[in-house]
């Protein structure tokens, strides 16, 4: 277990951008570029999937069983750079998280710890499964005003696809393997898809996330995000969204409670000149 002062030992990677054909053009190079990046965009879940493994390789079982990341993306990465993950450990226990660049700049910030016991799950009862709307709101204040429970999104989950998720994010632990159980960067991607099946997004960005872990998901199981909007907000010109969502498995069992933040709407590209 990590120790007052301790430093994690660090992880290295090299930055994968796996998602230059979605729909989220903000990974796309000429997009990007048109709204002020030097490219396509690193999606924040493959970075937050980066902050992950300094904390698992410390707590373990543990940490994917009822820890704590909150995570916030402070500036790009793009494809092919050098990121580094250093966790330093606090006086409370809590482990402080820095992924650099190439450069050595701090793109991303993450506070993890994991409690003495097993935290309160949300109950079921406030996160309601609901269906998809027929057609997708637009990416406007005024239309995500009116929804308050978002159409819920569900699929199984495979744990020989494992290897597949641990390379997106250079993650060569062997614990997921050994215990056929989702890595914490599928459950992450998996909650994000909610924004997209419901809101006809154009290019946006992802900017936190607040995970609380709270049980394992384990190979065969189903999933489904269960979430509503917790609140909507201008920030320097962008539309910010903050979602409240909820993954339980089969049904029953809460898996991963996110506090989720994403910049839906970007301010018109002329105002980045």
Not at 1 to 15: E, F, G
Not at 139 to 148: E, I
Not at 267 to 273: A, K, N, T
Request: hydrophobic fraction near 40%; aromatic fraction near 6%.
């Amino acid at each position: 277990m990590p120790t007052a002062d301790q430093v994690l030992p660090p992880h290295h990677v090299r930055a994968r951008n796996a998602a230059t054909a979605s729909e989220n053009k903000i990974h796309d190079d000429d997009v990007a570029r048109q709204h002020g990046f030097a490219g396509g965009l690193v999606p924040g879940i493959t970075v937050f999937g980066y902050l992950t493994t300094p904390i698992v390789e410390a707590w373990g079982e543990s940490w994917l069983e009822r820890g704590l990341l909150s995570a916030r993306f402070r500036q790009p990465i793009y494809d092919g750079e050098e990121v580094t993950v250093v966790g330093t450990v606090g006086g409370d226990g809590d482990v402080h998280l820095e992924a650099r660049n190439s450069a050595d700049q701090v793109c991303a910030v993450g506070e993890a710890r994991v409690a003495p016991n097993a935290p309160e799950p949300p109950s079921l009862d406030d996160y309601p499964e609901a269906p998809l709307p027929p057609t997708r709101l637009d990416p406007t204040p005024d239309a995500l005003s009116t929804v308050d429970v978002l159409g819920s999104v569900e699929a199984g989950f495979h744990a020989d696809r494992l290897d597949e998720t641990a390379a997106l994010v250079g993650d060569t632990l062997p614990l997921y393997r050994e215990l056929g159980v989702a890595h914490p960067v599928w459950l992450l991607y998996f909650a994000n898809t909610l924004l997209a099946s419901n809101v006809a997004l154009g290019p946006w960005i992802h900017t936190a996330s607040a995970v609380q872990n709270l049980s394992l998901l384990h190979d065969g199981e189903r999933l489904s995000a269960r979430g509503r909007i917790a609140g909507l907000s201008e920030r320097r010109g962008h539309q910010v969204v903050d979602l409240d969502v909820l993954l339980v498995a089969d049904g029953a069992r809460p898996v991963m409670h996110v506090l989720h933040s994403a910049i839906y709407r970007l301010r018109s590209s002329e105002h980045l000149q």
